[in-house]
């Protein structure tokens, strides 16, 4: 199935959602996103994985494991979109 520019935009969008965590990140709850948001520490220059940065930062390897934690569920919700079900085509696809 060839997917035009707008279908795949759709798909970016769906898979970019499921990045959001409804708890936000730790000390700034405001920002839901768990790949990448402004750093604590340096305005607005982004920061990947903000989260998993900021425990390093603060050497706390508790928030470490729970944000390791969070990021691969993040990721792995994303993946499950994107992967075939029992119609043997992605979820994505069935959306269209």
Do not use: C
């Amino acid at each position: 199935m060839k997917l035009t520019t707008s279908k795949k935009n759709r798909i970016l969008g769906l898979f970019e959602r499921n990045l959001l965590d409804k708890e936000g990140l730790p000390k700034r709850k405001w920002f839901k996103h768990i790949l990448q948001a402004p750093g604590l520490y340096l305005g607005y220059e982004p920061e990947v994985f903000p989260g998993i940065q900021q425990a390093f930062s603060e050497k706390n390897n508790t928030m470490l494991q729970q944000e390791i934690t969070r990021a691969v569920s993040a990721i792995n919700r994303g993946i499950r979109m994107l992967t075939p079900q029992n119609s043997g085509e992605p979820f994505v696809q069935a959306v269209y």
